[in-house]
């Protein structure tokens, strides 16, 4: 006979306790919280999350990481990946007041976890300089074979798009109209011409 199955099988427990800490940060959200948001009970929590709520929250923050990981293979087979990289900045314009209040959960968690928990501020720093490798690489890439003619190194500009990125989520809840985000983001993607 098969035992009680874990929450953690259902893939969506991650996602909805993502929900959660995107919109409250690590520290505001309690175990109550959680188990609202996914459906669980304290025990079947626990049987699930032994490292309770950091574990979870590790969870989440590697998810994110999966999805720039996926962005990345596109990349790699876009005909056109410095567009590409362009059309995920000029997305964030369009996108709707709730996610422009939600940031980005990976820089969030760079500020809220300096000077709380270092392992947790050092995944998410990790997963920004992967982002950063990835936009530098493929800068690389465009100067190589001439389709970007700028000569500032990749190196630079790889930082300077996620200075961009971190800037951009304190922006967009600023100032969550579309149009004040959209020529705010043309005038920085200018620097990639």
């Known amino acids: 006979m098969r035992g009680r199955p874990t929450i953690y099988e259902d893939a969506n427990i991650i996602k909805k306790a ?15 919280d959680l188990q609202k948001a996914t459906g669980a009970g304290a025990g079947s929590f626990y049987n699930t999350f032994k490292g309770g709520k950091k574990e979870v929250f590790q969870k989440a923050i590697e998810e994110r990481r999966l999805a720039f990981d996926a962005f990345k ?8 990946p410095l567009e590409l990289i362009k059309d995920f900045f000029r997305s964030i314009a369009s996108a709707d007041e709730n996610e422009h209040l939600k940031g980005c959960i990976i820089a969030n968690t760079v500020v809220e976890m300096t000077f709380i ?3 947790l501020e050092a995944n998410a720093v990790q997963i ?7 936009f530098t690489q493929t800068i690389k890439n465009e ?3 001439g389709t970007l003619k ?4 990749p190196e630079i500009l790889g930082r300077y798009l996620i200075t961009f990125w971190c800037g951009l989520n304190t922006l967009r809840r600023m100032y969550p109209d579309k149009n004040v ?7 920085q993607l200018a620097v990639l011409s």
Not at 26 to 32: N, R
Not at 73 to 80: A, C, D, G, M, R
Not at 128 to 134: C, N
Not at 181 to 187: R, S, T, V, W
Request: avoid cysteine.
């Open 18 to 32: 993502q929900e959660v800490f995107w919109q409250k940060g690590y520290s505001a959200t309690s175990l109550s």
């Open 73 to 80: 293979i596109e990349l790699s087979k876009s005909h056109s």
């Open 117 to 119: 928990d270092e392992k």
């Open 128 to 134: 920004l300089k992967e982002v950063e490798e990835m």
């Open 143 to 145: 100067q190589a074979n």
């Open 150 to 153: 700028t000569k500032t190194t």
């Open 181 to 187: 985000l959209k020529n705010q983001i043309e005038m």
